[in-house]
Nanobody, 124 residues
Framework: QVQLVQSGGGLVQTGGSLTLSCAAS????????MGWFRQTPGKEREFVAA????????NYAGSVKGRFTISRDNVKNTAYLQMNSLKPEDTAVYYC?????????????????WGQGTQVTVSS
């Protein structure tokens, strides 16, 4: 069983930066694809970014490409989402997730483990 614990997030002004962390316990994440998703009230969970087990392959939603960077440290058993040039439309609850699937195009419903979610609010 994998438990994902998120940290980071909070309130930031437009143009600011935040880093989210997702630490795993219970099992090593080194063989898992890691993803970040976000959700706003009344909307479905939206894909943000994913990274494969060794960090070679990544995938980003078009809305965040060039502004967000996903990374991982398999020694620390932690994944990260660096968010730069934040916009008000990035405001959401952000979730990290892990899947045994190898593809960075794995859909949300095939992720097996989820973090608790963390609020990111970007003020205009």
């Amino acid at each position: 069983q994998v438990q994902l614990v998120q940290s980071g997030g909070g309130l930031v002004q437009t143009g600011g930066s935040l880093t989210l962390s997702c630490a795993a316990s219970g099992r090593t994440l080194s063989s898992y694809t890691m993803g970040w998703f976000r959700q706003t009230p009344g909307k479905e969970r939206e894909f943000v970014a994913a990274i494969n087990w060794n960090g070679v392959n990544t995938n980003y939603a078009g809305s965040v490409k060039g502004r967000f960077t996903i990374s991982r440290d398999n020694v620390k058993n932690t994944a990260y989402l660096q968010m730069n040039s934040l916009k008000p439309e990035d405001t959401a609850v952000y979730y990290c997730a892990a899947t045994r699937r190898s593809s960075v195009y794995t859909p949300a419903h095939e992720y097996e483990y989820w973090g608790q979610g963390t609020q990111v609010t970007v003020s205009s």
